[in-house]
C-alpha cells in the first residue's frame, strides 16, 4: 500500500460522501501511514493535514478506560469493588442500588446508569457536583444486569479518578497517560493549548453536497465521555499502547489490564453497536477477525479505532461531517481491497428492508407506538403518514424500518449520515412491547401513545 494511493482513495470517498475533511491512518508492522484529505471548514483555504485535531466524540472513552486500568495495575483501584468506596457521593444515594456499582459495570455500560445526564448548568466543571447529582436518580436496571450504553457512566468515571488520584480529571489523563504517549489533544472542542488546528464540524442535509459548519459543544462535566479532540495518528498510538508495541507499553499498563479490558463481558449485549463489549473496547466482527476499537459521533463529526492484536493491525478514521459514519464503511471495504480485513459490526438488518407498514400491515403498528424513556432522553414512536418516526426533544426525527423480527433501522431526516440499529423487545410473558434499544441504548416504554 502506498501512502499517496491512499491519500487519493480517502479524498474521492470523501467528496463522494461531501465531508469537508478527512484523516486516515493505517498502522502494518512497524510503519503507520497516514493520509488527509480535504479542509479543516467548508468553504475556506485550510487543508487538513495528520496534525489537526479531530473530535474523537466517544472514542474518548477508551483513553478514560486506560487510565483507569492504569490505577488498577498500580493498585489504587479494584475493578469489583464498590465505587462508594471512594465515592462520599454515592454512599446514600437515592437508588440504593447505586452503592454497589463497580468500576467494571462502569466500564462495560452494564450499571444501569441513564445514558445521559446533564447538570443545570451547561458551563458547571465540577466532577464531584455531577456526580452528586447522578446520586439522586434513578436507576434503568440492576447494576451487571444488561447493558445500556452509558456517557454517565464514564463521566462518573471521570470523578473516580479525581477521587482516587486526587486531581483534576484532565491533570490526571495528561500527566498519567497522554504526555508519556506523546498525544496533546484539546479538551471539550475548545481550542485552548495545543499548537494545532481545530477542524469544524459540519451538517450535510439529504441530496445535498453543501456541508453546514456548525459548534461542536459538550458540557465540561462530558469530558470523561467524548470531549477529547486529536488526530487519526493520535488513536494509532493509543492503539499501539493496546497491542504492546507502543515503546511505553510496559511501563505505562501491565498486560493483565491490557488483557482485561479486550475480555468481554457476558452481560454487555452492545446490540445496535458491536459483536461484543469488554471494558471501555467493542469487540467487532467475526469470532476468527475478532478486531477491538470504538466509535465517536459528535455534533458535526465522526472517529473510528480499530486495532487487531494478533497481527498489530489498526486504522483510525476522523472526518469533520455527519456523514462521516457512512464514510467509514466504504474505508473499511477499500482497505479489504488491500488485504487489510477490517472487522466492523454488521448488525444483519437485511437490505433494503421493508417499510413500517409494508413489515407489519398499518393496523400492526399500534403496538409500537408510544414513549420510551431512559432518564431526562424520551424516544417518541408516532405514526407518520403509512408508516412510523422516531423523535426524542433534541431534535432528533428518524424515520424507521422494520426487518426481521422487531428489529429495525432509523435514517434521520435532517442529515445524510448512516441509519442507527435498533429492536423493539417484548416483555417475558407479557407479549407487549416494553423497551426499545437503540444504538446501544435502552429506554424503557413508559407511554403508549393515544
Not at 193 to 201: D, F, I, N, T
Request: aromatic share 6%.
Amino acid at each position: 500500500m502506498e501512502a499517496r494511493h491512499l491519500a487519493g482513495r480517502l479524498r474521492e470517498l470523501a467528496d463522494a460522501h461531501a465531508v469537508p475533511g478527512a484523516q486516515l491512518a493505517v498502522h502494518a508492522g512497524t510503519e503507520t501511514l497516514c493520509a488527509a484529505a480535504g479542509v479543516e471548514r467548508f468553504g475556506e483555504p485550510r487543508a487538513v493535514d495528520p496534525s489537526t485535531a479531530f473530535a474523537f466524540g466517544s472514542v474518548s472513552k477508551v483513553f478514560a478506560a486506560t487510565l483507569v486500568l492504569q490505577l488498577v495495575s498500580d493498585g489504587d483501584l479494584e475493578l469489583d469493588e464498590p465505587v462508594s468506596d471512594v465515592l462520599a457521593e454515592f454512599r446514600e444515594p437515592a437508588d440504593a442500588r447505586l452503592a454497589s456499582v463497580t468500576p467494571r459495570q462502569l466500564l462495560s455500560h452494564t450499571s444501569g446508569l441513564v445514558a445521559d445526564h446533564e447538570l443545570d448548568d451547561s458551563d458547571e466543571r465540577s466532577l464531584f457536583r455531577y456526580a452528586a447529582s447522578v446520586a439522586r436518580l434513578p436507576l434503568l436496571d440492576r447494576p451487571g444486569n444488561s447493558f445500556s450504553y452509558s456517557n454517565t457512566g464514564y463521566n462518573i468515571l471521570g470523578r473516580v479518578v479525581e477521587a482516587v488520584t486526587d486531581l483534576q480529571w484532565r491533570d490526571a489523563l495528561r500527566d498519567f497517560l497522554l504526555r508519556p504517549l506523546g498525544v496533546d489533544p484539546y479538551f471539550d472542542h475548545s481550542a485552548e493549548s495545543p499548537a494545532r488546528h481545530l477542524a469544524q464540524g459540519h451538517a450535510v442535509r439529504p441530496g445535498q453536497r453543501a456541508a453546514r459548519p456548525i459548534d461542536q459543544f459538550l458540557p465540561p462535566t462530558w469530558t470523561p465521555a467524548g470531549g477529547l479532540s486529536g488526530s487519526a495518528h493520535d488513536l494509532i498510538v493509543l492503539a499501539q499502547l493496546h497491542m504492546g508495541t507502543d515503546p511505553e507499553a510496559a511501563d505505562l499498563l501491565e498486560d493483565a489490564q491490557r488483557v482485561a479490558m479486550r475480555t468481554a463481558v457476558p452481560a454487555a449485549d452492545a446490540f445496535g453497536m458491536a459483536d461484543a463489549w469488554a471494558l471501555g473496547l467493542g469487540h467487532y466482527g467475526s469470532p476468527d477477525n475478532r478486531w477491538l476499537g470504538h466509535d465517536g459521533t459528535v455534533d458535526g463529526g465522526t472517529a473510528h479505532l480499530r486495532f487487531h492484536p494478533g497481527s498489530g493491525l489498526a486504522v483510525a478514521l476522523t472526518t469533520n461531517a455527519t456523514t462521516g459514519s457512512a464514510l467509514w464503511p466504504d474505508v473499511v471495504k477499500e482497505l479489504r481491497t488491500f488485504g487489510i480485513d477490517v472487522g466492523d459490526y454488521e448488525p444483519g438488518a437485511p437490505a433494503p428492508g421493508l417499510s413500517a407498514s409494508a413489515a407489519t400491515g398499518p393496523g400492526d403498528l399500534e403496538p409500537l407506538v408510544g414513549d420510551y424513556g431512559n432518564g431526562d432522553t424520551v424516544f417518541s414512536v408516532r405514526r407518520h403518514n403509512d408508516g412510523i418516526r422516531l423523535s426524542d426533544r433534541t431534535g432528533l426525527v428518524a424515520d424507521v424500518t422494520l426487518h426481521d423480527g422487531l428489529n429495525f433501522t432509523a435514517r434521520r431526516v435532517d442529515t445524510d449520515a448512516a441509519p442507527y440499529v435498533g429492536r423493539f423487545v417484548l416483555g417475558g410473558g407479557t407479549g407487549e412491547i416494553t423497551l426499545l434499544q437503540l444504538a446501544g441504548r435502552s429506554a424503557k416504554r413508559t407511554l403508549a401513545a393515544a
